[in-house]
Structures are given as structure tokens and as C-alpha cells.
């Protein structure tokens, strides 16, 4: 099967720029996560996704964080305008149900602020 | 505290020794997950387990949900093993959302 696709692989911005992020999970997985990873830390949960809704975006900064999964498929996350704290990979993971499911995880997108 | 404690945090072995990693959790979870990360690379799935043990090859995960402790062992280690290795937990109800530890970095010198 096919893995969980993301790109771009990287991307260096400017702070107080906007960046996006792209993801399409694994056919027929219900649940996609966005994860953010800064260097030496596990992965921070953003925002979980069950087909098209939202489970859990209690640590999203929604200020500056925005993400959708239309038609419950491929998801997007946006980060508008950019910090230099928010240097970090971001990843996205599906599952074919909940945490009770393996987790497949895509390459990620490695984004540096300067 | 962290919910979630991994040790130790660095490990280097020789090629061919036998690897623990520790995971211990304060939360009541229904099942942990082992992953694996390359540097530069994604994560992969390892393991997910609720109870007793789990082999794959020369990995083997065990699991106490009343001790609330994991180990992860290596056995024969070789240096392709190198990596960081990561230990999820899963909590709440049919959500079965995820905390993560913060890794434990093996490597394994030839």
C-alpha cells in the first residue's frame, strides 16, 4: 500500500510569512494527525481529524494555526504569519481507526524560520 | 512531570549487545505504541500492544499496564538499528488519543 505522502519535504521562510503543508493519508485511514517535532523533543499533537472533523485541537495555536480536511481525505495545514519558534518538522500521521490503530507516518516537512 | 518518561535518553552500544529501552507513564492508557526514527527519515510503527509481549525479528516489546512500564529490547544489535526510538501511549476513550515520550537515541557502533 501506498504511504502517507507529504509535502513539501522542505521549506525556509521568513517570520510573519505564510507557509502550507500538504498531506494525504493512506486510503481508507478515518484518522490523520498533524504532529509538530522541534529538535530533541517527541512529536507535539496540533490537531487530530476523524474522517472530515475535528477530534482534538486543544494545542493548536489557533492564532496562528489553521488546518482542514476536506472531504475527510487529504488535509492542509497553514501557518500564518510565521514565528521563529515554529522552526520545527511537521508530521502527519493517518490511522485506519484511532490511537488504537498502527500509525503510519509520512516523511514530514522539515519548516526553518529565519 | 512529564506524563510519559523515557530512558535512558542517549544509549551507545556495540554492534551485537543485547538493548533495553525504558518507557514509564503516570496516565491509565489501554495500549502503547514503539516507534522507530531514522535520522532525517519518518517515523515507522514498531509495535502497538496493550498487554504482555510482542516479537518482530530481534525486537521484542513488553508491556506491565499495572507497573505502567514498557521496555523495548534489541537483541543482536547491529548498527543499521541506530535510531530513536519512541514510546506513545494511548489514553481516553474511543478518541484513544496519543502522548509521546521524547525519545530515546540508540547508537550502535560496529
Known amino acids: 500500500e501506498a504511504g502517507v505522502a507529504q509535502s513539501p519535504r522542505y521549506k525556509i521562510i521568513e517570520k510573519r510569512q505564510s507557509v502550507a503543508f500538504w498531506c494525504n493519508p493512506i486510503s481508507g485511514h478515518a484518522t490523520l494527525y498533524w504532529y509538530q517535532q522541534i529538535l530533541g523533543q517527541g512529536p507535539k499533537l496540533l490537531i487530530q481529524f476523524q474522517n472530515n472533523g475535528v477530534v482534538d485541537d486543544s494545542q493548536l495555536p489557533k492564532d496562528r494555526f489553521s488546518a482542514e480536511r476536506l472531504k475527510g481525505v487529504d488535509s492542509t495545514l497553514k501557518i500564518q504569519p510565521a514565528k521563529l519558534e515554529d522552526s520545527a518538522v511537521y508530521l502527519c500521521?493517518?490511522?485506519?481507526?484511532?490511537?488504537?490503530?498502527?500509525?503510519?507516518f509520512g516523511n514530514g516537512t522539515r519548516l526553518t524560520v529565519t | 512531570k512529564n506524563e510519559v518518561e523515557q530512558s535512558p535518553q542517549n544509549l551507545t552500544a556495540q554492534e551485537g549487545e543485547f538493548i533495553t529501552i525504558n518507557c514509564s507513564y503516570s496516565v491509565g492508557i489501554s495500549a502503547l505504541h514503539w516507534l522507530q526514527q531514522h535520522p532525517g527519515g519518518g517515523i515507522v510503527s514498531l509495535f502497538m500492544?496493550?498487554?504482555g509481549k510482542k516479537k518482530h525479528g530481534r525486537l521484542i516489546a513488553t508491556i506491565n499496564i499495572q507497573e505502567k512500564h514498557s521496555s523495548l529490547h534489541i537483541t543482536a544489535s547491529h548498527p543499521r538499528d541506530s535510531a530513536v526510538y519512541i514510546c506513545?501511549?494511548?489514553?481516553?476513550?474511543?478518541?484513544?488519543?496519543?502522548?509521546f515520550g521524547k525519545g530515546t537515541k540508540l547508537s550502535v557502533k560496529p
Open positions: 506513545a501511549v494511548v489514553y481516553g476513550g474511543s478518541q484513544g488519543n496519543l502522548i
Open positions: 500521521a493517518s490511522s485506519l481507526l484511532t490511537g488504537w490503530s498502527p500509525l503510519h
Open positions: 500492544l496493550s498487554s
